[in-house]
């Protein structure tokens, strides 16, 4: 699996965007980049992946440039709710593959 | 659809105690993993099952820890004995062989070693 680089921490007020950086220079060919979000005292659970460009569903985009060596998670208008953990991983998206964390980023928002 | 069922939910035991978790997976999900998070860091694998076989379990502290998923359903994690640095939250996922973005999580085990 590719290694990941993200900010320890980041902090953020309602209302504002959020854009969380991952850096993977070493991302394969077949691999697929894919972040979890975990609040205290819950497991991790899927936000949102993608292999190349961009990808958005209901919680967040996921922005990919075309040497896929970074990706930018984007939180829209963020609220109290969002304050969390964010971990982005990196590696191939076959059956059976684990999941390895990082430290991930603590996205603290206030009012 | 159930969720990642997990119990106890909170347990504190002395050193040198043995402690046991239980998970019980989505039905129908065939991979199963057991992660150790300690406070401030990012979940580490442990081990991780398909169906009742151990397809990789390099992370796992076979002195002390086992684990086993009879009948490639629920699984246990036993820790015997237990150490100070054993403190952390045991958290189980269930994937149904789907890549990265299948798995679910249960809320974990918190445990705490006086």
């Known amino acids: 699996l590719a290694k990941t680089t993200q900010p320890i921490s980041m902090d953020s007020y309602e209302g504002q965007e959020v854009n969380i950086t991952c850096s993977h220079n070493?991302?394969?060919?077949?691999?697929?980049i894919t972040w979890y979000q975990q609040f205290p005292s819950q497991g991790p659970r899927f936000i949102i992946q993608?292999?190349?460009t961009k990808v958005t569903n209901e919680v967040a985009s996921l922005f990919i440039p075309a040497d896929r060596k970074s990706s930018t998670l984007s939180l829209p208008r963020v609220s109290l709710s969002d304050t969390a953990v964010y971990y982005c991983?990196?590696?191939?998206?076959?059956?059976?593959?684990?999941?390895?964390f990082g430290k991930g980023t603590t996205l603290s928002v206030s009012s | 659809e159930a969720g990642v069922a997990q119990s106890p939910r909170y347990k504190i035991i002395e050193k040198r105690q043995s402690v046991a978790f239980w998970c019980n997976p989505i039905?129908?999900?065939?991979?199963l993993y057991w992660y150790q998070q300690i406070l401030g860091q990012g979940p580490k694998l442990l081990i991780q099952?398909?169906?009742?076989?151990?397809?990789?379990d390099s992370q796992l502290p076979k002195d002390r820890f086992s684990a086993e998923r009879l009948k490639g359903v629920d699984s246990t994690l036993k820790i015997q004995p237990a150490k100070l640095e054993d403190s952390a939250v045991y958290l189980c996922?269930?994937?149904?062989?789907?890549?990265?973005?299948?798995?679910?999580f249960g809320s974990g085990t918190r445990l705490t070693v006086v």
């Open positions: 996922a269930s994937s149904p062989w789907d890549g990265l973005k299948g798995y679910t």
């Open positions: 070493n991302i394969a060919t077949n691999d697929y």
């Open positions: 993608g292999y190349k």
């Open positions: 991983l990196v590696g191939d998206n076959q059956a059976g593959t684990a999941l390895i």
């Open positions: 039905s129908g999900h065939a991979t």
């Open positions: 099952f398909q169906n009742n076989g151990v397809v990789d």
